[in-house]
Each structure stands twice: as C-alpha cells, then as structure tokens.
C-alpha cells in the first residue's frame, strides 16, 4: 500500500458535483493498493495513520497524532499511486491491485481507523472524484 498523507485545515470530495465526504481539521490520505497487499498491510497503514505525530504540540514541534488534535480524516482512494512511468510516457498500473481486493482492503483500512476511534469521511471508489484541499502547514 501506498499512502500520500497532508495535514488540511479542510477538505471534501465531490462526485458528480455532490459532496460526498468532508473534513475540517485533519489529514487527507490518498490510499493506493498495490497488487499483493493485504489484511495486515490494512492494518499496517491503518495504526501508522492513527498513531502518525505531524501535529504541533504546545511547543511547536510535531508531536501530536491526528487524535490528540481531535482531527479527522478523509481517505480516497488513488490507484494511481501505483502508476510506473519510469519507460515511456504512459504510466502502468500493473502493480496496482484488482478493484475487487483494492476497494476491499480500502474499506478495511477506513475500518480499521474507525475502530481506533478517528472520525473518517471518504471518497467513493471506483468514482470520479474531485478533492478539494486547503493544506495546513508546509
């Protein structure tokens, strides 16, 4: 699994022009699946998000996880975070998982963040999503 993580002041994701998942103060994480990946690999990803410390502290240090700062977090998935243009100029997605495990192993990671008590909102897989994002900090 492949997983690109900013902290956001907010963030949402429309499909079809509707909002579909929300945040205010959170993470935004692009989730790709990558062929061969599973339940632990969720699980994996899952623990690291939660326990993940990129949030400032009384002190200004990055210490905090997303917990600590009552943050939430939307997760889409991207597939084509598994993309390989290193030959050529068209990507490959052979590494990416089949939409079947791919969508499956998603929703065991949302599960599991919820499980660990975090507020999450998603994207809808397989969809045309645009992600609006006002990142907070560098």
């Not at 889409?76 to 290193?86: C, E, K, M, P």
């Not at 030959?87 to 990671?109: D, H, I, M, Q």
């Not at 975090?118 to 809808?124: A, C, H, I, Q, R």
Request: no cysteine; proline share 3%; glycine share 10%.
């Amino acid at each position: 699994m492949i997983a690109v993580v900013q902290r956001a002041a907010r963030a949402r994701v429309l499909v079809d022009e509707a909002v579909v998942g929300e945040i205010g103060h959170g993470l935004v994480v692009l989730l790709g699946v990558a062929d061969g990946d599973d339940s632990t690999d969720a699980k994996f990803i899952a623990g690291k998000l939660t326990r993940l410390r990129i949030f400032s502290d009384d002190d200004g240090l990055m210490n905090l996880p997303v917990s600590d700062v009552v943050g939430e977090l939307l997760v889409i998935s991207q597939f084509t975070l598994l993309g390989d243009a290193r030959k050529g100029n068209r990507p490959s997605f052979t590494k990416a998982a089949k939409p079947e495990l791919a969508e499956k192993l998603y929703k065991e990671v949302v599960g599991e963040l919820r499980q660990a008590g975090n507020k999450v909102e998603t994207g809808k897989f397989g969809a045309m999503m645009e992600v609006e994002l006002v990142n907070d900090g560098p």
